[in-house]
T-cell receptor
Framework: TQLLEQSPQFLSIQEGENLTVYCNSS?????LQWYRQEPGEGPVLLVT?????EVKKLKRLTFQFGDARKDSSLHITAAQPGDTGLYLC?????????????FGQGTELSVKP | SAVISQKPSRDICQRGTSLTIQCQVD?????MFWYRQQPGQSLTLIAT?????????ESGFVIDKFPISRPNLTFSTLTVSNMSPEDSSIYLC???????????FGPGTRLLVL
């Protein structure tokens, strides 16, 4: 069972279009993170959302954390070819006096010029 | 933040051999992790590298296959033992700094087993 359900898993759009990626769970998280990964590189943190209902903007990217802190969304306005990459949502789970980051399945985004 | 380097960046290996991947961080970190990732897919946690004690492995991963060392707070190694083509993947080192939940990732090691 996937703790973080991410959708869609693949998205191919034209430059200038808008898109939304969803990350859903039945669990409540203290925070949720979004990463972007380009080919040949490791994931890079885009944003961390902490407060239920929080909205954060990063240029053309808008991140939202659900009121109940169980889900999040990433919206890209006027996508550009440079936005192409793998987008991953992740949440930190505390266990055994430590913790680990769990990931959604990822969304492979392709923006065509 | 943390700057993470991995060696080697990529390798092609013969089945039955072993490869040791190194992870070096530019500062002391509280937690270090090793992940595996198939191209275009999400990350699967292999284990948490514990400083001064045995690594904590996730379900499906065992120490005999993926021995891990962490001699200090800035360095760790992952060995992929007795490799088979199914081990072909990207292996990523990741760290958590301080008391936060933010993780930083190395560039990955791309392994192809023939």
């Amino acid at each position: 069972t996937q703790l973080l359900e991410q959708s869609p898993q693949f998205l191919s759009i034209q430059e200038g279009e808008n898109l939304t990626v969803y990350c859903n769970s039945s669990s409540v998280f203290s925070s949720l993170q979004w990463y972007r990964q380009e080919p040949g590189e490791g994931p890079v943190l885009l944003v961390t959302v902490v407060t239920g209902g929080e909205v954060k903007k990063l240029k053309r990217l808008t991140f939202q954390f659900g009121d109940a802190r169980k889900d999040s969304s990433l919206h890209i306005t006027a996508a550009q070819p440079g936005d192409t990459g793998l987008y991953l949502c992740a949440a930190f789970m505390i266990y055994n006096q430590g913790g680990k980051l769990i990931f959604g399945q990822g969304t492979e985004l392709s923006v065509k010029p | 933040s943390a700057v993470i380097s991995q060696k080697p960046s990529r390798d092609i290996c013969q089945r039955g051999t072993s490869l040791t991947i190194q992870c070096q961080v530019d500062s002391q970190v509280t937690m270090m992790f090793w992940y595996r990732q198939q191209p275009g897919q999400s990350l699967t946690l292999i284990a948490t590298a514990n400083q001064g004690s045995e690594a904590t492995y996730e379900s499906g991963f065992v120490i005999d296959k993926f021995p891990i060392s962490r001699p200090n707070l800035t360095f760790s190694t992952l060995t992929v033992s007795n490799m088979s083509p199914e081990d072909s993947s990207i292996y990523l080192c990741s760290v958590v700094t301080g008391a936060g939940e933010t993780q930083y990732f190395g560039p990955g090691t791309r392994l192809l087993v023939l």
